[in-house]
């Protein structure tokens, strides 16, 4: 619709008869424009919180825990060090398989220069320097760990 000259005193358009500048017609277009603006707004701030949302995860299992509860495990339970360490190799895992095509292929989680026994104490020292941390947070630490073991 283009909007011409107002001729008149009653604010009709003189290319349509009976239709003013913002008469029932345009207002009707006018408050579907902006219907279909607000959800269109909606949804994408609604999308960007869920994009956010997929970003974080809820972690699960015996590692979900804190570097304390880890050192208390560990010094109580000894045999109990394998498990966490199982849990971390699965946790690492899970990281593999989250990153971009072309990004970690082929990263070793278990290589002959820093085998699990060392991963193991890897963990426990830093826990130990970090008791407020979250035992997952350790686990990342070793996983950038062994990304740079693969790159020498």
């Not at 349509?16 to 913002?22: D, E, H, L, P, W």
């Not at 345009?26 to 919180?49: C, K, P, Q």
């Not at 997929?54 to 394998?82: E, H, M, S, W, Y």
Request: proline content about 3%; aromatic content about 6%; some cysteine.
């Amino acid at each position: 619709m283009s909007i011409g000259r107002n001729t008149s005193k009653r604010g009709r358009c003189p290319h349509k008869a009976g239709t003013s500048v913002f008469g029932r017609r345009d207002r009707g277009h006018a408050v579907a424009v902006s219907a279909l603006s607000l959800v269109f707004l909606l949804a994408t701030d609604a999308s960007g919180e869920l994009r956010a949302e997929a970003r974080k995860a809820r972690i699960v299992g015996l590692g979900a825990t804190t570097c304390q509860r880890f050192n208390d495990d560990v010094r109580d339970d000894p045999v109990i060090r394998r498990d966490y360490l199982a849990w971390a190799q699965g946790f690492m895992s899970g990281i593999i398989l989250s990153r971009p095509p072309g990004v970690d292929d082929g990263l070793d989680l278990n290589p002959a220069t820093f085998d699990l026994i060392n991963q193991l104490h890897f963990l426990e020292d830093h826990c130990a320097r970090n008791v407020t941390s979250d035992f997952s947070d350790a686990v990342e630490r070793l996983y950038k760990r062994l990304r740079q073991e693969g790159k020498t």
